[in-house]
C-alpha cells in the first residue's frame, strides 16, 4: 500500500477499502491534500480547503469503522464541492467578490446526503461569478494555458488534477458536461428532479440542476446515487424512488441498445479533429446508430434554453444588481443587459416550447436508448480567448431535462481530452448508465479488433 499513489484510486475502490480496513480514510485525504499543496498553485481549483478540518473529518471516520458502527457508500472518501453550495462549517462565495467570506447557517440537502454517507467534505472549488459566463483563474490541468471550462470549473479540476476523487458542480445550460469534456473526467447530470436543489444557489429555477464529476463510470453513478432523494422543499424534486444507478452500470443491456446521433445545425461549430472522431465513434458503432438529418426545431431550442436562464438569472438577482452593480464583471453586465430586453410573453412562449421538447424526447425515447451527441466543440479554448467555451451541444438536453454523461475517449490535435456525450430517456438514468458502460466496452474492442 505504501507504494501506491493514492491520489489516482478510484472513489468506488477507495471507499471499500477503507471499510475493510485495508486503506484509511486519513491515509488518502492526506494524499490528497499533498497532492493539493504540490499543484495547486498552477491549477487554482479550489476557492476554500482547510486541511485540518478535513484531517479531522477522515479521523472520526477511520474510528466509526475501527468500532464496528455502520459505514457508508462514501465513507472516509473525499469530495469537492463548487463554491454555490451551501456548509454551514466553510464559506460559500458564490464566485463574486460580493459574498467574500458568506457563511452559510445550514448545509444544503446534497451535503446532509454526504455526510450520511460517510464522505470527507474536503473543501470548496472555484466556480464562475454566479454560476454564469465570466471565467474563473482556474485552469485546465492539461495546459495551464486552457480553460477547464465553466461554470464548473475547480470541481472538474480538481478531479482531473488527482486532487479529488468526487466532485460536484451544477448544470444550467452545460457547465458538468463541458468541463467534464474539456478537463478528461467522467460526468454526469442525471435527470432534473432526481437530486435536490435546496441549499445551492438557485440561478435559474426552471433549469440549475446539480451534477457529479470522477474518475470512472461506477464513481459517478455512486456519488449520484448517494445525492439522489426527494425533497419536498425544491418544487422540482421529484416524489418517487429513485433510479438504481450502480446497478445500471454493472448491468448488461438485454439486448444490442439502438443509439440516435442527429446532424444539428450548429454541428459547423465542431472543430474539425473533434468532428473526425465523432465520425470513428459512428463508423465504430455501424448499425447500431441511426443518424437523422438537421432537425431546425431541435436546433432552436438552445435559444429557448438562454431564453429562460436568462430571464430568470435576472429575476434572482435583480436587487443584489441594483445594488452592487459596480462590483458585477463586465461579462456578467452583459448579461443582465440582454435579459433585460426578454418580455414575459418571450418567457412564456419559451416555457411553452420547453413542455413540447420534454414531450418529443418522452416520445423519442420510446424508439432509443440514448442519444449520442458531441460534449463541445473540441479541446479546451485556449484562456486568452477569455471565455469557458460553448455550451450549444448541452443546451438542449438541459432544457429537456435528461439525464446526460460525459465520456472521455477521444483525443484532439493538442493531445487533450474531447469528451463523446450520451443522453437518456428522463428518470431512466440506470438504463442510460447502462449503455454508457456498453459503449465503452463496444469502442474498446473494436480499437482492439482493429
Not at 49 to 71: F, N, P, W, Y
Not at 356 to 369: K, L, P, T, V, W
Amino acid at each position: 500500500m505504501t507504494n501506491r499513489d493514492l491520489t489516482t484510486l478510484p472513489a468506488a475502490q477507495a471507499a471499500a477499502e477503507i471499510r475493510s480496513g485495508v486503506l484509511t480514510s486519513e491515509a488518502l485525504v492526506q494524499a490528497c491534500l499533498s497532492r493539493i499543496a504540490e499543484t495547486d498553485a498552477a491549477i487554482r481549483a479550489w476557492k476554500y480547503l482547510d486541511a485540518e478540518a478535513a484531517l479531522v473529518q477522515a479521523r472520526e471516520m477511520d474510528e466509526i469503522r475501527r468500532s464496528g458502527r455502520a459505514t457508508g457508500a462514501l465513507h472516509g472518501v473525499p469530495v469537492g464541492l463548487k463554491d454555490i453550495i451551501d456548509t454551514a462549517d466553510a464559506p460559500t462565495g458564490f464566485g463574486s467578490p460580493i459574498f467574500e467570506g458568506n457563511r452559510p447557517a445550514a448545509d444544503a440537502c446534497i451535503v446532509e446526503r454526504l455526510r450520511e454517507a460517510g464522505a470527507v467534505i474536503l473543501g470548496k472549488t472555484r466556480t464562475t461569478e454566479f454560476a454564469f459566463a465570466h471565467p474563473t483563474s482556474t485552469t485546465n490541468p492539461w495546459d495551464a494555458d486552457r480553460t477547464p471550462g465553466g461554470s464548473s470549473s475547480g470541481s472538474a479540476a480538481a478531479v482531473a488534477a488527482h486532487h479529488v476523487p468526487l466532485a460536484i458542480g451544477t448544470q444550467t445550460a452545460g457547465s458538468v458536461i463541458r468541463p467534464a469534456s474539456f478537463c478528461g473526467t467522467f460526468g454526469f447530470k442525471p435527470t432534473r428532479g432526481v437530486i435536490s436543489r435546496q441549499g445551492v444557489l438557485r440561478t435559474s429555477q426552471t433549469l440549475d440542476q446539480v451534477g457529479v464529476f470522477g474518475r470512472t463510470l461506477e464513481d459517478i453513478a455512486l456519488l449520484a446515487e448517494v445525492l439522489g432523494s426527494y425533497d419536498p422543499s425544491d418544487p422540482l424534486s421529484l416524489p418517487r424512488p429513485r433510479p438504481a444507478m450502480v446497478a445500471g452500470v454493472q448491468a448488461e443491456p438485454p439486448v444490442t441498445p439502438d443509439i440516435a446521433w442527429f446532424d444539428l445545425a450548429f454541428h459547423d461549430r465542431l472543430d474539425p479533429d473533434a468532428r473526425a472522431g465523432y465520425e470513428q465513434v459512428l463508423e465504430a458503432l455501424g448499425p447500431r446508430v441511426e443518424r437523422f438529418d438537421v432537425a431546425p426545431q431541435l436546433s432552436e431550442l438552445g435559444q429557448v434554453q438562454e431564453t429562460i436562464h436568462e430571464y430568470e438569472f435576472l429575476q434572482n438577482f435583480e436587487e443584489l444588481i441594483d445594488r452592487d452593480r459596480d462590483r458585477l464583471s463586465a461579462t456578467l453586465q452583459a448579461v443582465i443587459e440582454r435579459a433585460r430586453k426578454i418580455s414575459q410573453a418571450q418567457y412564456e412562449d419559451a416555457q411553452a416550447v420547453k413542455a413540447s421538447a420534454e414531450a418529443f424526447f418522452a416520445g423519442h425515447f420510446n424508439e432509443f436508448d440514448a442519444i449520442l451527441a458531441p460534449s463541445a466543440t473540441g479541446e479546451a479554448p485556449l484562456l486568452s480567448a477569455n471565455t469557458t467555451g460553448d455550451p450549444a451541444f448541452c443546451r438542449i438536453w438541459t432544457l429537456a431535462g435528461l439525464p446526460c454523461v460525459n465520456l472521455p475517449i477521444l483525443v484532439g490535435a493538442q493531445g487533450l481530452p474531447i469528451g463523446t456525450q450520451l443522453v437518456g430517456p428522463a428518470e431512466l438514468d440506470d438504463r442510460l448508465l447502462r449503455t454508457a458502460s456498453w459503449l465503452l466496452k463496444t469502442l474498446s474492442d473494436s480499437e482492439e479488433e482493429t
